[in-house]
């Protein structure tokens, strides 16, 4: 028998007292727990435990580093990155049955949640007392907070609301060997010692595994208002958005579809998408009727700049519509184009134009066609390789590296939101220096010397 195979049977049986049914090695069970959506192949867990209490994350910690078992840390397995893959023998500590608001405290702004807490659900919760939790990933009804963490998670709200990190005040955290690390606090404010509260988001689960979360929430505007806007061609889409910003307007949401984005969803959406090069799918917020009157200018600047169309929501069912139409793109390519790779690229807004000129150019050569869509405001954009095929999949993957590369000359990332996970780890060293990779590391050592939590993920190995 393999030596880490007896390490886990040997894990199994400490395991199962405590545990019983909430451990298996079922093969079916298995397959749920070994992939996510980033069309990585999946992985080879050797084992699944579904927690209840953080005293008992804690105790699968201790146990596995006794025998040096990995810990693979899991929420909805909604990750494009990889980063819930298990490489082979680890257990998969699935957090999904972890998923209660623990507090809900709209006068002190915050909410403590647990990880498998679906993400949407926190917003619908928040609302009740007119509040809001902006982070809004396009899988928020599926994703979980966990996860969102561990990925430090965007969405389209982002573009005026920020990312997940700025919404995490406290984190409760199970270290390898099974200590239970509290960090950050629950006041507005805090500076105390350095920031490892920031430092545990968009760890990719690589740290420690994140079991209560103390999550900022804010008032909700009350008013919101959205767009649809037509253009030709993505460049003018994205030149047109430029000028809103310099009209002094903060959209709270401003999303790009391109064409062939537009064609998957069509067929499902109930809202009529105008047939266009591209589109402009556009909020602002607000407390009064000044957020309409932003919004018309909005329209205005847009057919100054060479919108074709422009369509606002006339109620709630309109702007559902909207977007969801949205909502729908990645998972609509995905049926039409299986086999696609999908990145996450970020650049400087100003440089959008160059960046999806460019990765058209770049796809052209070996046949491969090329889709972009999602957060323009941010400059993150998703730059599609639609490939129907895996051999076709193969010919995109030099184009990716190029795509990548590109994001990085233009002064971006290889990643805006998704992570490194499996998918980006010879990538990272197109945009860090070797100096910072291996500062990681020791970093990464600091937590977890056996190199227990999550192995081979976010750094290169
Ligand atoms: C999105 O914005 O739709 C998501 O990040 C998923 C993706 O398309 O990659
Ligand atoms: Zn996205």
């Known amino acids: ?126 609302k009740e007392h007119g509040f809001m939790y902006p982070p809004d990933p396009a899988s928020w009804e599926s994703c979980s907070i966990g996860g969102n963490i561990n990925t430090n998670a965007g969405g389209p709200r982002a573009v005026k609301y920020g990312v997940t990190q700025r919404y ?116 602002c917020d607000g407390r009064d009727e000044g957020v309409m009157r932003d919004l018309e200018r909005v329209c205005e600047i847009a057919l100054a700049r060479g919108a074709t169309e422009s369509a606002i929501a006339q109620n709630d069912r309109d702007r559902e519509g909207m977007r969801r139409a949205r909502r729908l793109v990645s998972g609509s390519l995905k049926e039409a184009y299986p086999y696609k790779i999908s990145d996450d690229v970020a650049v400087p807004r100003s440089k959008m134009p160059d960046l999806l000129t460019r990765a058209q150019e770049l796809g052209a050569p070996a046949g491969i066609k090329v889709a972009a869509y999602g957060h323009l405001g941010d400059g993150n954009v998703h730059i599609n390789l639609l490939c129907k095929t895996a051999d076709e999949r193969e010919l995109a993957k030099p184009v990716r590296q190029e795509v990548l590369r590109l994001a990085v000359s233009l002064g971006g990332t290889v990643t805006g939101e998704h992570g490194i996970g499996i998918a980006k780890r010879s990538e990272l060293g197109f945009e860090q220096s070797r100096e910072l990779i291996e500062l990681q590391k020791r970093m990464k050592l600091a937590f977890d010397p056996g190199g227990i939590i999550n192995p081979g993920k976010a750094l290169p190995v």
Do not use: C
């Open 168 to 283: 995490v005040w406290g984190l409760e955290v199970v270290l390898a060997g099974g200590k239970v690390l509290r960090t950050g606090r629950r006041s507005i404010k805090g500076v105390a010692g350095y920031d490892v509260t920031s430092f545990i988001v968009g760890s990719e689960g690589t740290l420690g595994l994140v079991t209560e979360a103390t999550l900022h929430i804010i008032p909700a505007a009350p008013v919101v208002e959205t767009a649809w806007l037509s253009f030709a061609d993505p460049v003018t889409a994205s030149r047109a958005s430029e000028h809103i910003f310099a009209a002094g307007i903060t959209p709270r949401m401003l999303e790009l579809l391109d064409t062939t984005a537009m064609d998957v969803v069509r067929p499902k959406s109930a809202f009529r998408l105008p047939p266009a090069g591209a589109a402009i799918l556009i909020e």
């Open 1 to 126: 028998m393999h030596a880490r195979t007896k390490a886990l049977e040997t894990l199994l049986v400490r395991l199962n007292s405590r545990f019983g049914e909430r451990i298996s090695t079922d093969p079916d069970e298995l397959a749920k727990v070994s992939g996510d959506e980033s069309g990585l192949p999946k992985g080879n867990p050797g084992a699944v435990v579904w927690p209840m209490a953080t005293a008992e994350v804690a105790l699968v910690a201790q146990e596995a580093q006794e025998l040096g078992v990995g810990l693979v840390p899991r929420g909805a397995g909604t990750g494009k990155a990889g980063e819930s893959i298990p490489l082979g023998g680890e257990l998969v500590v699935d957090l999904s049955r972890m998923n209660k608001i623990l507090e809900l405290r709209p006068q002190d702004l915050y909410a403590v949640v647990q990880p498998g807490l679906i993400t949407a659900e926190l917003d619908k919760a928040a």
